[in-house]
């Protein structure tokens, strides 16, 4: 089992910057890679970026140059590192977990960014 606990959203205007926390416990050494999805009103669930375990990256075409993922391993984090945010990334963000025996979600964390 993993959980997944997201933290760092909030109200922003547009141009400016917000960090999310992705913070994992549990079956640790489980998770192939870790990922951040974002569901804006009305709309489906999509992808934002990834990390796999060997450290490979990639970014929605959306959010290339504005947005990246670091990972501390030593505290189980995968942060979301937003600059320049447009009303268009509104949503919730969701951190994501992917193990060999099925995929974690955490509870979402609401991103609002005002023109």
């Known amino acids: 089992q993993v959980q997944l606990v997201e933290s760092g959203g909030g109200l922003v205007q547009a141009g400016g910057s917000l960090r999310l926390s992705c913070v994992a416990s549990?079956?640790?050494?489980?998770?192939?890679?870790w990922a951040w999805y974002r569901q804006a009103p009305g709309k489906q669930r999509e992808l934002v970026a990834f990390i796999t375990r060997g450290g490979s990256i990639n970014y929605a075409d959306s959010v290339k140059g504005r947005f990246t993922i670091p990972r501390d391993n030593a505290k189980n984090t995968v942060y979301l590192e937003m600059n320049s945010l447009k009303p268009e990334d509104t949503g919730v963000y969701y951190c994501n977990a992917d193990t060999t025996s099925r995929e974690y979600w955490g509870q979402g964390t609401q991103v609002t960014v005002s023109s």
């Open positions: 549990g079956s640790i050494f489980s998770i192939n890679a």
